[in-house]
């Protein structure tokens, strides 16, 4: 069996940020699960076929043929098994990321839980989306930042020439309000702020700011704010020898209890755990 696994040390990074990618030509019946991933995790199939297993968002389990030339997503905390077929096996390529701007790009590609299988409506970008995640698999010496170049690249070209595509809406005030919120929570995270806050700063009222959250991302404004701060505390505890103490401090909990059930809420263990074991 062919494989290239590798995986991305350096994972600094807040917008889009990879953790594993490869690629492989499965032997007939070889599988993967039942499984519970962390992050998403996207396969394109080159050549073969298979099956998915995987739990919708409810929870109801659902079974998908997959052949060459699809691919399929699997998302945070979603049950999945997939399995090479016996007579055609398949061969496929894969690369796992996640982000704070994934959700939003994964809602225009229309893919999710309850929609996993990518199909193309485009075979242009779905031919250089083959290829830039085979470029990973093949180049793991490359720098951070050339990889990190090809998972935008990958990105876009996913949300290009899936079928499912959703075209983005046209309310460009929806768009105003949340890169203005973007920019109060980058520039204020660290300090005592609130929800009323972030709304009072793009001068809307605070239910219309969780309308737009939830309409243009998927998640509310407080879980957006959590998950953002976690983020950058994942960055201080891999680029610094901080405190965990000092470390809560820097992303706007001065309480060091508070800080470290927020931390394991978002990543499933304490952040003292996690810097002995990053890859939990």
């Known amino acids: 069996m062919d494989y290239k696994y590798n995986v991305l040390e350096n994972q600094s990074f807040i917008d889009l ?3 594993q990618y490869g690629y492989t030509q499965n032997k007939p019946l070889s599988s993967f699960g039942p499984h519970i991933r962390s992050h998403y995790l996207f396969h394109y199939v080159i050549s073969g076929c298979g099956t998915l297993r995987a739990h919708d968002a ?26 090479a077929d016996e007579q055609h ?8 990321f996640n982000g704070m701007h ?9 893919l999710s839980a309850d929609n996993p ?4 409506s485009d075979k242009f970008y779905t031919a250089r989306m083959k290829d830039t995640m085979l470029y990973m698999a093949n180049h793991p010496d490359e720098t951070i930042f050339n990889l990190m170049s090809h998972l935008y690249m990958f990105l876009d070209c996913l949300t290009r020439s899936s079928a499912s595509r959703v075209v983005p809406s046209s309310n460009s005030m929806s768009r105003y309000y949340l890169e203005w919120a973007f920019t109060y929570i980058d520039q204020n995270f660290q300090n005592d702020i609130s929800i009323a806050d972030i709304a009072a700063s793009c001068k809307i009222h605070r239910n219309y700011l969780g309308r737009i959250f939830r309409e243009q991302l998927g998640t509310s404004p407080q879980e957006f704010l959590i998950t953002y701060r976690m983020n950058k505390a994942v960055q201080l505890l891999r680029t610094t020898k901080l405190s965990i103490k000092d470390i809560g401090n820097a992303v706007g909990y001065p309480n060091q209890l508070h800080f470290s059930r927020a931390f394991k809420n978002v990543y499933g263990t304490p952040p003292s755990q996690w810097r002995k074991n990053p890859r939990l």
């Open 102 to 110: 994934v959700k939003e790009a994964l809602m225009t590609s229309g």
């Open 17 to 19: 940020c990879m953790y």
């Open 89 to 96: 096996p398949w061969e496929y390529t894969w690369v796992e």
């Open 58 to 83: 409810k929870g109801v389990d659902h079974t998908y043929h997959i052949r060459s030339g699809q691919g399929f997503l699997i998302v945070p905390g979603q049950v999945t098994t997939y399995m």
């Open 117 to 120: 299988v990518y199909r193309s």
